[in-house]
């Protein structure tokens, strides 16, 4: 055998046909299209995280603030099916919320998901002015109970539509405000803890379009 046929046998082997996957969110994101990676196989997808700006998922731009994390998790013929994995806030966004003369109360809460989930969520009060100590106490025990109670009667998939949709960051300003005037009460991070979304992925993760971020973890919460 020639070298060429021995080089035109070999590039026949190793050469694979790259295809280009849809990657589908969940169905309470409406199963939208959340972008497309180009694979030889798909299940190099399979484990990896992606995170969406949360503003092209609900096409407003107040959302441009906050991403949501999803892992490829299923194959269907050219479709990657997610879900979703976290939440979070932009550092730059947090930081335009805090105002001189006011109090940033910041706290961690490890709780459990309707469906027995271990979740880590960590939030962010701004007080409208400088508080007492009691009063920070207060504020922060009743954001306790409120997120304990809300963790209890809901699953993953409820607690992020709900914080994507502002729902619960509504209901304990109106809450709080009662103890405390606030400017804001937010949830800086929501993540399952033990959630892909922090585990480091080795090799090149693949190319996802469009305004995707593969394989980029949510905050790692601490021990």
């Avoid at 930081?95 to 940033?104: P, Q």
């Avoid at 937010?186 to 480091?200: D, G, H, Q, T």
């Avoid at 080795?202 to 469009?210: I, K, L, Q, S």
Wanted: charged content about 30%.
């Amino acid at each position: 055998m020639s070298k060429d046929q021995s080089k035109k046998n070999l590039s026949r082997v190793n050469v694979k046909k790259k295809v280009w996957y849809r990657i589908v969110g969940p169905k309470m994101f409406g199963q939208m299209e959340l972008g497309e990676t180009y694979l030889s196989s798909p299940e190099e997808a399979l484990g990896r995280t992606v995170k969406i700006n949360l503003k092209d998922i609900s096409g407003n731009v107040k959302d441009q603030n906050a991403y949501v994390c999803f892992k490829l998790d299923a194959v269907e013929g050219i479709v990657l099916k997610a879900s979703a994995i976290g939440y979070e806030l932009t550092a730059t966004h947090v930081k335009k919320l805090v105002r001189k003369n006011t109090d940033r109360i910041d706290d961690y809460f490890a709780l459990t998901t309707k469906e027995g989930k271990n979740i880590v969520i960590k939030t962010l009060i701004i007080t409208q002015s400088k508080s007492q100590r009691s009063v920070r106490g207060q504020l922060r025990k009743k954001l306790s109970d409120f997120l304990a109670e809300e963790a209890k009667n809901s699953t993953f998939d409820v607690l992020v539509e709900n914080l994507a949709t502002r729902k619960i960051q509504m209901t304990l300003k109106k809450i709080l405000y009662k103890i405390y005037p606030i400017n804001e009460v937010a949830v800086r991070v929501l993540i399952l803890k033990k959630s892909p979304a922090a585990v480091e992925v080795e090799g090149n993760p693949a190319e996802v379009t469009p305004n995707t971020v593969v394989d980029e973890a949510l905050e790692t919460p601490a021990e």
